[in-house]
């Protein structure tokens, strides 16, 4: 069982940049990928993007391809997401995401995975 906790969304203008972090506790090892969705109102959730337990592999979603970086303290088992160049069309609820297993793509493949409770971002034009 994997605790997830989220911070560091907020208001920001157009061509801002924010950092989201996400804490991961609960199991006795670090060994497992940890990755950024995201969902704006009535949208359907969406892939940002994902790391794996080295931090040494990622994985991105269209949406943060060029624009936002994901990395990762495997000593304090944090996650961040470097976003920058944002748009009025990134404001979501980012929600942290944890596999089972260590592969970054199984953020994506994976039948269930361990979540956050969400931050928000909201971009102003």
């Known amino acids: 069982q994997v605790q997830l906790v989220e911070s560091g969304g907020g208001l920001v203008q157009a061509g801002g940049s924010l950092r989201l972090s996400c804490v991961g506790s609960?199991?006795?090892?670090?060994?497992?990928?940890m990755g950024w969705f995201r969902q704006a109102p009535g949208k359907e959730r969406e892939f940002v993007a994902a790391i794996n337990w080295s931090g040494h592999s990622t994985y991105y979603g269209d949406c943060a391809k060029g624009r936002f970086t994901i990395s990762r303290d495997y000593a304090k088992n944090m996650v961040y997401l470097q976003m920058n160049s944002l748009k009025p069309e990134d404001t979501a609820v980012y929600s942290c995401?944890?596999?089972?297993?260590?592969?970054?793509?199984?953020?994506?493949?994976?039948?269930?995975?361990?979540w956050g409770q969400g931050t928000q971002v909201t971009v102003s034009s």
């Open positions: 995401a944890a596999a089972d297993g260590g592969q970054a793509t199984e953020i994506v493949t994976a039948e269930s995975l361990y």
């Open positions: 609960g199991r006795t090892d670090n060994n497992y990928a």
